[in-house]
């Protein structure tokens, strides 16, 4: 990476680095808790089975999964035709993958922690299914809000994955990960550590946000 005194430059990584992350966590929420709380109301033979998938998922070298999506979109991998591979959106794809398991598996724990007998006495005393379904998510939105911050703070770190997938191409697909790393190999150091400080600064204030949820959940038990 050339020189990053430039304030427009630092913008740009910072904005694109949002952006991918804030994309990513959009796409695997709008799967991720839908399946949670499915998972954390239903019982079916192969629940455990789907259940110990997502943990595994969870646990999932981040390279490892850079390397799967890279197979996937190269040339001539089954996804090649799409011509993402070294652009945002490869980098959003891999990103989707690795905090998909994160939020199902924290909304699934958020659910089963509330459900209980609760949307029985709820079906009982007469409300439709749509209705207690909802009822138990308004008592497990703590839970799910520190499901997506998990699952952001995830992904916003993420190095592996989105240099092998995206890179690291100055203006196109660099964020602050790649380039604190590339920074860093090029002597650069001012430079990594003001990239460094701001990754850091998002990550602090991700992580506040969740020690703040997690005790208001303890409080409000």
């Known amino acids: 990476m050339d020189d990053l005194d430039s304030s ?14 804030g994309t990513a966590l959009l796409i695997s929420s709008a799967v991720g808790i839908p399946i949670g709380v499915w998972l954390g109301f239903r019982r079916f ?16 070298p981040p390279v490892v999964i850079g ?14 035709w799409l011509g993402w591979l070294y652009t945002p959106k490869a980098m959003v ?15 699934m724990a958020a659910v089963m ?6 949307r029985l006495q709820l079906l009982t005393l007469g409300a439709s299914r749509l209705q207690a379904t909802l009822a138990v998510l308004s ?24 240099m092998m997938v995206g890179g690291n191409l100055k203006g196109s697909t660099q964020v602050l990960t790649t ?8 002597g650069l150091f001012e430079q990594a550590i003001v990239l460094g400080i701001i990754l ?22």
């Open 113 to 118: 922690g509330v459900t209980g007998n609760v």
């Open 139 to 162: 008592e497990a939105r703590i839970g799910v809000l520190v499901a997506l911050i998990a699952g952001f703070g995830s992904i916003i770190s993420e190095v592996g994955a989105v």
């Open 179 to 186: 380039a604190v790393v590339q920074s860093t190999r090029m």
């Open 67 to 80: 390397l799967l999506v890279y197979l996937l979109l190269s040339r001539d991998g089954p996804l090649g």
């Open 45 to 60: 033979v192969a629940r455990r089975l789907v259940i110990a998938f997502i943990y595994t998922g969870m646990g999932f």
């Open 93 to 107: 794809l891999a990103q989707v993958i690795i905090s998909f398991p994160i939020i199902t598996a924290f909304t």
């Open 8 to 21: 427009t430059q630092i913008t740009h990584i910072v904005l694109l680095s949002l952006g991918v992350s």
């Open 200 to 221: 850091l600064t998002i990550s602090f204030v991700v992580s506040l946000a969740w020690i703040a949820l997690q005790g208001r959940s303890l409080l409000e038990r």
